[in-house]
């Protein structure tokens, strides 16, 4: 089976740097994926990743270890409307639980 | 139409009734996901839909619930007797492919779902 892991809750200031951590046991891995989902909307793509390495797109980041089962999600320079909860996938069903990130002044 | 549709946005009905919820996928999409997210929980995997490949019926809690998919396109998740447990988000996904591991084909465009209360 699939089973993926996620801290519950984060908090962070505005303008500072997050990372949010994902690891997974999965029997055949063939990409992952992270959403960003804002309270009472429903998720939206992020990012993508299938190799090993980082992607940069803007002030986002994931980075994926195949090896490890591992990947996180950097954000940077930290603004109020990040604060949402960011979901990782690497099943084609199964979600993780999800990360609520709360960005404060 | 430009994106995942779904009908009704609201949805209040007493407890042991039938509810039926409508998803309309992006034109030209083969895959198409029900999930549930309660209040604060993530996203509970229903049932998946591509082509015409039997779905996957696994996350289906009960025998309540069920769901089709007709012509390729539209899909009602119907649910039968409905319970107070039964309250949650539905939301409703669909995906340029379906069948080949998670490319990046399989992204997710989610509906803005329907939100379901059982009394």
Avoid at chain 1, 3 to 29: K, L, R, W
Avoid at chain 2, 4 to 23: A, I, M
Wanted: glycine fraction near 10%; proline fraction near 3%; charge should be neutral.
């Amino acid at each position: 089976g699939q089973n993926i892991d996620q801290p519950t809750e984060m908090t962070a200031t505005e303008g500072a740097i997050v990372q949010i951590n994902c690891t997974y046991q999965t029997s055949g891995f063939n990409g992952l994926f992270w959403y960003q989902q804002h309270a009472g909307e429903a998720p939206t793509f992020l990012s993508y990743n299938v190799l090993d390495g980082l992607e940069e797109k803007g002030r986002f980041s994931s980075f994926l270890s195949r090896s490890k089962g591992y990947s996180y999600l950097l954000l940077k320079e930290l603004q109020m409307k990040d604060s949402a909860s960011y979901l990782c996938r690497t099943d084609k069903l199964i979600f993780g639980t999800g990360t609520r990130l709360q960005v404060f002044p | 139409g430009a994106g995942v549709s779904q009908s009704p946005s609201n949805k209040v009905t007493e407890k042991g009734k039938d509810v039926e919820l409508r998803c309309d996928p992006i034109s030209g999409h083969t895959a198409l996901y029900w999930y549930r997210q309660s209040l604060g929980q993530g996203l509970e995997f229903l049932i998946y839909f591509q082509g015409n490949s039997a779905p996957d019926k696994s996350g289906l809690p009960s025998d309540r619930f069920s769901a089709e998919r007709t012509g390729g396109s539209v899909s009602t998740l119907t649910i039968q007797r409905t319970q107070q447990e039964d309250s949650a988000v539905y939301l409703c996904a669909s995906s340029l492919a379906g069948d080949r591991g998670l490319r990046l084909s399989e992204k997710l465009f989610f509906g803005s779902g329907t939100q379901l209360s059982v009394l």
